[in-house]
């Protein structure tokens, strides 16, 4: 058997064992930008509840144009609904275990507890721009007025579908929000009409609009059957829009209705953290918010594996 050649110089093997990786914090790809979080106006409440007043009968409430004759003027008064809905705040909760052997010989460069606690709040966030639009109390699409809900004339969301949304909300609407695949239906709709739509930088991103409205895409609007629905909405306590609800002050705070607390150490030495956040929708008025349903979104299971949790 032959000589193996001479070793000439120090192998990367080798050499490797002298040198420091360097290390990123863990990376997780359910994580997106969250537009409806950033976006909605947020309304601190007191004891978990949110109480909305309305009129019962906005006709009813009379005024004329003055003839200069006082005799003439009109009697009225405005009337309130006297069983007003209360939103009460949900919670979206974890416990996160870590053993303290862990944590204590394997912190450095990155904090295992401070890791696991980020991935864990990153994951519950998620979950909560999903009930904004999914629960079945106060999600956005369960409590969208019926005639505010408007189906697709071809399939495709189309430049007319779009303006229709536009019509029903008309007063000071803010944005669209839309699946990404939904976004991309619209925007070969527009080319293949020859209406490219125009695009606008907000938050140091490039966004879509149409008659000047951002097109925000958001995954938590789901897709079934290769179709999906597409949203409008005014936002704004001041407006009568769309709003979200949060608890301040809550104890180990880190955020809007965000809390952290420590729950002690089990005597098989694992230490638990409780992560709850405390969270809630409301449309003002009815036509604060408007829906596109029945949108198709062409291939869907081309790119399904892009968008399942």
């Known amino acids: 058997m032959a000589d193996a050649p001479p070793q000439l110089a120090l192998s990367d093997v080798a050499a490797r064992q002298l040198a420091n990786a360097t290390k990123t914090p863990p990376q997780m790809s359910t994580i997106t930008p969250r537009w409806l979080t950033h976006l909605l106006p947020w309304v601190p409440?007191?004891?978990?509840?949110?109480?909305?007043?309305?009129?019962?009968?906005?006709?009813?409430?009379?005024?004329a144009c003055s003839r200069r004759d006082e005799r003439d003027l009109p009697e009225t008064f405005v009337d309130y609904d006297e069983n007003p809905r209360e939103y009460m705040l949900s919670a979206v909760t974890t416990i996160v275990d870590i053993h303290t052997r862990v944590s204590?010989?394997?912190?450095?460069?990155?904090?295992?507890?401070?890791?696991?606690?980020?991935?864990?709040?990153?994951t519950i966030k998620e979950r909560q721009e999903s009930e904004l639009l999914n629960n079945k109390e106060y999600g956005l699409l369960t409590n969208a007025a019926p005639g505010m809900r408007i189906k697709t004339r071809s399939g495709p969301p189309t430049p007319d579908d779009m303006d229709e949304l536009i019509a029903r909300v008309w007063k000071e609407p803010a944005f669209f929000l839309a699946h990404p695949l939904a976004i991309a239906a619209f925007g070969r709709e527009c080319?293949?009409?020859?209406?490219?739509?125009?695009?606008?930088?907000?938050?140091?991103?490039?966004?879509?609009?149409?008659?000047?409205?951002?097109i925000f895409p958001c995954d938590k609007l789901g897709t079934e059957a290769g179709k999906t629905?597409?949203?409008?909405?005014?936002?704004?306590?001041?407006?009568?829009?769309v709003i979200g609800l949060y608890q301040p002050g809550l104890p180990g705070q880190q955020g809007?209705?965000?809390?952290?607390?420590?729950?002690?150490?089990?005597?098989?030495?694992?230490?638990s953290y409780l992560v709850s956040l405390y969270c809630s929708a409301v449309v003002m008025t009815e036509d604060a918010l408007g829906v596109l349903d029945n949108v198709e979104i062409g291939k869907y299971h081309d790119y399904q594996h892009l968008y399942s949790k």
């Open 45 to 63: 409440v007191e004891a978990g509840i949110y109480r909305l007043n309305k009129v019962k009968d906005a006709s009813r409430v009379t005024v």
């Open 104 to 122: 204590d010989l394997y912190s450095v460069p990155h904090d295992q507890i401070g890791e696991q606690l980020r991935l864990a709040i990153e």
């Open 191 to 214: 080319t293949r009409r020859g209406v490219p739509p125009a695009t606008v930088t907000m938050f140091g991103s490039q966004f879509i609009t149409w008659r000047g409205l951002p």
């Open 229 to 241: 629905s597409i949203v409008l909405m005014r936002t704004g306590e001041s407006r009568q829009g």
């Open 256 to 271: 809007m209705g965000l809390s952290v607390r420590f729950m002690g150490i089990s005597r098989k030495a694992i230490a």
